[in-house]
């Protein structure tokens, strides 16, 4: 209501533009896109150190203040800008990265839209400083002053600096100050910062780092020329006990139809091994850090039934392909590419994924280094220097091509073995499909808690089953329950309980938790719920964990002991039911059959309270007589 009275004392009218088309002013069209690249503090030094890299920087140095919202500094040594080009640096789609449309379908550097410096500026009060190394005067020029913070025509100023770049970024969103009202706290600006720059050090490794945030040093990252310490920085901004969790991938093949060679290379965590969150998952494509979907799905699928639920893989991978097959110019951050050949680039990846974690299913032989070359040193593929050579020109295909007379047996026999697990297999699939097939197929849920299926018996009769769904459920979970198994909740739970009664039933901690439950107290008179019971992926299967937390209570009030029959029969009447859509009840169905077909269909039949009823042709007449 306050929203629409908000409204009603809006005049419309007088807010609203000229119907005349008019040229947005060169400020205002700037401060527009700078709401698209300039996000943060972060996002300003992820353009900046992106520019130093593509200037062929071996020294970057990065200043923080206030956490980045009083300075922004970075420091680069690398090629520098022309005296000549300073003040067109700071324009709009104005760029040496690219020039043709062809250049545009094949990048490497890491920027190349000219869009940066120009959207930083009209938010901020900027300065460059530069100098190239055949000049024998380094010059500055200064965008940023309070009446005029976008004046591109200034003439560059002669000062002190040697060869490379400095770019200061201050008083960033000082004109726009909705804009730095979104900004958070300086230690969480200054943590996005900081995982920006763990993010590149991680894909640059011949480029040295130094981070300080208020003059103090965070960070120092030397070159890491050599695989020993190579090891020793991702050791730093991981972990070592990532590394020592780790398996190796290096993963290469030309056997991809029109794709040209392709590289996967990095460390996977090992199944054994996981997080409880994906904030250890980095993959780069030909040296950008990306988040791309079917990456994702890719990576998931193969670690697909690996996994605990609710948990996460690990994996610093770098992905190398032709970048004709790639493009990066899909989105303004830069942080999603498309692949020209998706099905192609999924299955590449699952497979070599598979190939680390599996080795010795695999017959790929040993790959070249992941990092060396002749002499031992780091080989930048990214730079500007690598344009017009082939991508990875220096490896080989890893396909072993020899095969001798044992290799040859071992897979005559593997062919063997495979004819006969096929047979079982199909032999198996025939008796799932007797069993699957005796409820038939789902009719729809009736009124609440019945399911209807029809199917057709030995004799080729119609046969109509009523299901009840929550005494189906019932009796699933007492055949699949296993003891201590359990479900962590991504909320806990609270319980509303007296001191006595938490008192009580925590006294049976160990005991509860062999049944899956992990309890603890949260104030006085509220009981935390983090763990339940597993369900055994019974669908649509839900538990009362309040009817059954007093149920429990009021089992251990009389007895010293938890009775194991009494606590799975409060786990069974806890258990209610959701309406189930279609899918769901195919898969009830063909659960509930499948477990009758073990425990003998007349002794099921007979179990009470009744689970189904069959209803044949005759009956049905009968009901309708």
């Keep these: 209501m306050t929203n629409i009275k908000f409204l009603k004392n809006i005049d419309f009218r007088s807010s609203t533009v000229s119907s005349r088309i008019k040229t947005l002013s060169l400020q205002l069209a700037n ?48 090629e520098g800008i022309n005296k000549e080009d300073l003040a067109l640096a700071v324009t709009r789609h104005a760029t040496s990265k690219i020039k043709t449309l062809n250049e545009l379908e094949q990048i490497i550097s890491l920027g190349f839209r000219g869009e940066a410096l120009a959207s930083i500026s009209a938010v901020s009060r900027l300065s460059l400083k530069s100098k190239q190394v055949e000049q024998n005067q380094a010059w500055m020029i200064n965008t940023g002053t309070d009446s005029d913070f976008a004046n591109y025509s200034a003439e560059p100023e002669p000062v002190a600096h040697p060869q490379g770049t400095t770019i200061d970024v201050r008083d960033l969103f000082f004109n726009t100050p909705a804009r730095r009202k979104f900004m958070r706290t300086v230690k969480t600006e200054f943590k996005h910062i900081d995982d920006v720059i763990k993010r590149i050090a991680l894909s640059r490794f011949d480029i040295a780092f130094k981070l300080t945030h208020n003059k103090k040093l965070l960070r120092n990252l030397p070159k890491a020329v050599t695989e020993k310490a190579i090891i020793q920085r991702i050791s730093k901004l991981f972990s070592p006990e990532f590394l020592a969790n780790t398996c190796k991938v290096d993963f290469s093949s030309n056997h991809f139809s029109n794709m040209g060679e392709i590289r996967l290379s990095g ?8 997080r409880k969150q994906s904030d250890w998952q980095y993959f780069y494509v030909n040296g950008r850090y990306i988040k791309d979907k079917l990456v994702n799905h890719a990576l998931r699928q193969a670690y697909q039934e690996l996994l605990p639920d609710d948990t996460f893989s690990a994996y610093l991978l770098y992905l190398e392909i032709d970048p004709q097959q790639v493009d990066v110019n899909v989105h303004p951050t830069k942080h999603e590419v498309r692949f020209r050949q998706t099905r192609l680039v999924h299955d590449f990846i699952y497979s070599g994924i598979k190939d680390a974690l599996f080795p010795e299913s695999s017959d790929i032989a040993e790959q070249a280094p992941t990092y060396a070359a002749d002499n031992g040193e780091y080989i930048n593929r990214y730079s500007q220097a690598n344009y017009n050579k082939p991508l990875l020109h220096h490896y080989q295909p890893s396909v072993n091509s020899s095969l001798n007379q044992n290799k040859i047996a071992e897979q005559l026999n593997g062919l063997t073995q495979l004819y006969r697990s096929d047979k079982q297999d199909s032999l198996q699939k025939d008796e799932q499909k007797t069993m699957s097939t005796f409820f038939g197929t789902s009719l729809g849920c009736l009124i609440p808690n019945y399911l209807m299926s029809q199917s057709v018996n030995n004799e080729q009769q119609a046969q109509v089953f009523i299901i009840h769904i929550q005494r189906a459920q019932q009796f699933l979970l007492k055949q699949l329950f296993q003891r201590g198994q359990n479900t962590p909740l991504l909320i806990p739970e609270t319980i509303s309980l007296n001191h006595q009664q938490i008192a009580s039933i925590l006294e049976h901690q160990p005991a509860l938790q062999q049944w899956g439950l992990e309890l603890s107290q949260l104030g006085e008179d509220t009981l935390l719920v983090r763990k339940r019971p597993s369900l055994c992926n019974i669908p649509a299967c839900k538990i009362d964990m309040v009817a059954f937390i007093h149920d429990v209570l009021q089992n251990i009030t009389y007895k010293a002991s938890i009775d194991e029959s009494q606590m799975m029969e409060a786990f069974i009447h806890a258990i209610t039911s959701e ?30 309270p009744v689970i189904w009823k069959t209803l044949d042709e005759s009956s049905l007449d009968k009901l309708l007589t």
């Design 31 to 78: 401060q527009i896109a700078a709401g698209e690249v300039v996000e943060r503090p972060a996002s300003v030094v992820k353009e900046l150190l992106e520019n130093a890299i593509d200037a062929h920087s071996s020294q970057i140095q990065i200043e923080i203040e206030r956490g980045g919202s009083a300075l922004i500094r970075i420091t680069d040594d690398g």
């Design 267 to 274: 460390w996977v965590s090992t199944p054994q091994w996981n």
């Design 579 to 608: 309406s189930l859509n279609t899918s769901e009840q195919e898969r009830l169905l063909m659960m509930l059959a499948e477990q009758i077909h073990q425990y003998g269909v007349e002794q099921a039949a007979m179990i009470k």
